[in-house]
Antibody
């Protein structure tokens, strides 16, 4: 069974940083791209970033390009999202997902709140 | 990476059918057979209802069906039930490690 466990969310001040982690189990981690998706309170789903299976290629939404960095440690079956220069509009539940083309398997999410 | 276009709301009476559309471009919906539909209740994580345009995961009632024509995908809910009232989101593969989502449709069962 695919399991994805996000951690690292919390309250941070505008301009601050936070690193999210997603620990994966139940599948061969190195065979899959991984992605982060977020949902702001009362809003829709937004793709944030994705990383290839090898970690050699990453993509970002325009709204986070230059501020967020996705990475993965294939020896630890973990994907990360480093979030810098956080803004109030980054407040959201952040979901980690295993990706096979457009097929996604989701974690339960971790809440990030950016507020002074 | 523009969002896919969904109607903000849809409605139907119990027993009726309702169809929700999801319009993208040839770079996403029209270019790949990787369109998914999610149902989301308030405060809950999204639940996969349809994947790869028209496939249903185990446990999803066959009242839910998906299709695609050109750059537009559709979710049809037949025999509407009160429990179907929720927000519905479409998503599509867009190449690389990118997925795009629709803005969501609030389905109301009258």
């Amino acid at each position: 069974e695919v399991q994805l466990l996000e951690s690292g969310g919390g309250l941070v001040r505008p301009g601050g940083s936070l690193r999210l982690s997603c620990a994966a189990s139940g599948f061969t981690f190195t065979n899959y791209a991984m992605t982060w998706i977020r949902q702001a309170p009362g809003k829709g789903l937004e793709w944030v970033s994705g990383i290839s299976a090898s970690g050699g290629k990453a993509d970002y939404a325009a709204s986070v390009e230059g501020r967020f960095t996705i990475s993965r440690d294939n020896s630890r079956n973990t994907v990360y999202l480093q979030m810098n220069s956080l803004r109030p509009e980054d407040t959201a539940i952040y979901y980690c997902a295993r990706m096979y083309y457009g097929d996604l398997d989701w974690g339960q999410g971790t809440l990030v709140t950016v507020s002074s | 990476q523009s969002a896919l276009t969904q109607p903000p709301s849809a409605s139907g009476s119990p027993g009726q059918s309702v169809t929700i559309s999801c319009t993208g471009t040839s770079s996403d919906v029209g270019g790949y057979n990787y369109v998914s539909w999610y149902q989301q209740d308030p405060g809950k994580a999204p639940k996969l209802m349809i994947y790869e345009v028209s496939k249903r995961p185990s446990g999803v009632p066959d009242r839910f069906s998906g299709s695609k024509s050109g750059n537009t995908a559709s979710l049809t809910v037949s025999g509407l039930q009160a429990e179907d009232e929720a927000d519905y989101y479409c998503s599509s593969y867009a190449g690389g490690d990118i997925v795009v989502f629709g803005g969501g449709t609030k389905l109301t069962v009258l």
